[in-house]
């Protein structure tokens, strides 16, 4: 029988930088393509770079790479483009790794394994791709899930405000993360984006009293904000 493989853009050991598991060791399995073309988007090279590799080779490269490390997220491109994705965040999860996944909200999450926790980053209209969304994927949130907004200004903070409270999002996962958006060149096929400051998004959030996370993302103080595998 042919062993099940994924178009992979890379895998790597780092420290997390986002979400409530910031700061821990996680290795990350990036897999190529997306369908989105979110002008802040800072991984454009995982739209068309990678390589074909089989399931086992994957579980091989992460038990290499991070032989103490039960964090593994799985990330993208967008992540759920590839069926094959599934057994392989099963297989993880009989392997009693914690699995994290980052999808842009715009596929359906309800195939995901019910231990997989899905970080669901919803996209804002500065993105350009907020009419992509999969709204239904709310109902298909569970409490161990995390939902991200990256924000490019107030129109964004106040579009996810809303949909936070419309949608009682505070109270149906675990956590609900904001993130000011850096400032991102054009790229081959981008049109870039220029950053908010982080100060202000704290302000808003203050202002309003707004239960959420703000986040940084870490990776990006510890190394140059352009590096791979961190």
């Known amino acids: 029988m042919t062993n099940p493989s994924l178009m992979i853009n890379e895998v790597f050991h780092s420290i997390q ?4 598991w910031s700061g821990l060791p996680c290795t990350f399995v990036r897999l190529t393509g997306c369908h ?16 074909r590799m089989s399931l086992d080779d994957i579980v091989a490269r992460i038990k290499q790479l ?16 590839q069926p094959n994705v599934h057994p392989l965040m099963t297989r ?5 790794y914690i699995v994290l996944i980052e999808t842009s909200g715009a596929c359906d999450i309800s195939a995901c ?3 997989v926790i899905r970080i669901m980053d919803l996209k804002t209209p500065g993105s350009g791709e907020a ?9 298909r949130l569970a409490p161990r899930d995390e939902v991200k907004f990256v924000l490019t200004g107030r129109v ?6 809303d ?3 419309t949608h009682s999002l505070v109270r149906r996962v675990n956590a609900v993360l904001m993130s000011a958006v850096h400032a991102m060149a054009p790229g081959s096929e981008l049109p870039g984006c220029r950053g908010l400051a982080i100060r202000d998004l704290a302000q808003w959030i203050r202002d309003d009293g707004l239960p959420v996370r703000l986040q940084t993302q870490l990776h990006k103080l510890i190394w140059d904000p352009n590096a791979r595998g961190v």
């Open 66 to 81: 991070g032989p103490d490390t039960r964090l593994v997220e799985i990330t993208g491109g967008e992540p759920l483009l």
């Open 156 to 161: 964004d903070y106040e579009w996810a405000r």
């Open 113 to 115: 394994d019910e231990r």
């Open 17 to 20: 930088g986002e979400s409530t």
């Open 36 to 51: 989105l073309r979110c002008g802040y988007c800072d991984t454009e090279y995982a739209f068309h770079e990678g390589a």
């Open 131 to 139: 009419d992509r969304n999969d709204m239904a994927n709310i109902d």
């Open 163 to 165: 949909i936070i409270k």
């Open 92 to 96: 993880l999860c009989d392997d009693d």
